[in-house]
């Protein structure tokens, strides 16, 4: 897994921080999507819509300035919740 760097839009608190696998959501939108892969060194991620839909979700790019929250237990309730 990557960790996003000091130089990412996330940095200042820890729980901020992005790692494979998590859950976002995006300035955009408030869907729930999964971190697929990040590059931070082009402030770039990848995501696919969650939860997953029955024959897959296409995976796309954005910048990290597109995340808006990773609050993990937040996003856990909104799912057990859904």
């Not at 997953?52 to 995976?59: F, M, Q, W, Y």
């Not at 790019?61 to 859904?82: C, F, G, T, Y």
């Amino acid at each position: 897994m990557t960790a996003l760097t000091a130089s990412s839009p996330l940095r200042g608190s820890p729980s901020r921080d992005l790692h494979q696998g998590d859950c976002i959501t995006l300035s955009s939108d408030q869907q729930i999507y999964q971190v697929i892969g990040i590059d931070d060194s082009r402030d770039l991620c990848w995501v696919r819509r969650w939860p997953l839909e029955r024959h897959g979700s296409p995976v796309f790019e954005i910048s990290l300035q597109q995340v808006e929250s990773n609050d993990q237990e937040a996003l856990r309730q909104r799912i057990k919740n859904a």
